[in-house]
């Protein structure tokens, strides 16, 4: 069993900057992948970045989100990071970090929702325009 809590969500200004964390509790040693996700309002979720945090840190990310978010651990992998920078008001969403130990014959991780087991409450991230 993992837990983890989402912290750090707020209210930005376009183009401003936030960083939101996910403090993991638990099994953390068998976590594989990690990820967050967001879901706006009548919108399905959807994935936002993912990272293998087993080795090689391999991180993964949205197209819409490439070169403005950055997913990162800290190293014993009880936290995880997402610096969100150059926010749009399409970023406006509950963002939920997730989490899984499958090893599914790969160094890298999928932003699918399908392949996480474990999931935060959410925090909610508001850009404004």
């Known amino acids: 069993q993992v837990q983890l809590v989402e912290s750090g969500g707020g209210s930005v200004q376009t183009g401003g900057s936030l960083r939101i964390s996910c403090a993991a509790s638990?099994?953390?040693?068998?976590?594989?992948?990690m990820g967050w996700f967001r879901q706006a309002p009548g919108k399905e979720r959807e994935g936002v970045a993912s990272?293998?945090?087993?080795?090689?840190?391999?991180?993964r990310y949205v197209d819409s989100v490439k070169g403005r978010f950055t997913i990162s651990q800290d190293n014993d992998k009880n936290t995880l990071y997402l610096q969100m920078n150059s926010l749009k008001p399409e970023d406006t969403a509950m963002y939920y970090c997730?989490?899984?130990?499958?090893?599914?014959?790969?160094?890298?991780?999928?932003?699918?929702?399908?392949?996480?087991?474990?999931w935060g409450q959410g925090t909610q991230v508001t850009v404004s325009s």
């Open positions: 997730a989490a899984d130990f499958t090893y599914r014959g790969r160094n890298y991780c999928m932003t699918l929702s399908n392949e996480y087991k474990y």
């Open positions: 638990g099994y953390t040693d068998s976590i594989h992948c």
């Open positions: 990272i293998y945090v087993v080795r090689d840190s391999n991180t």
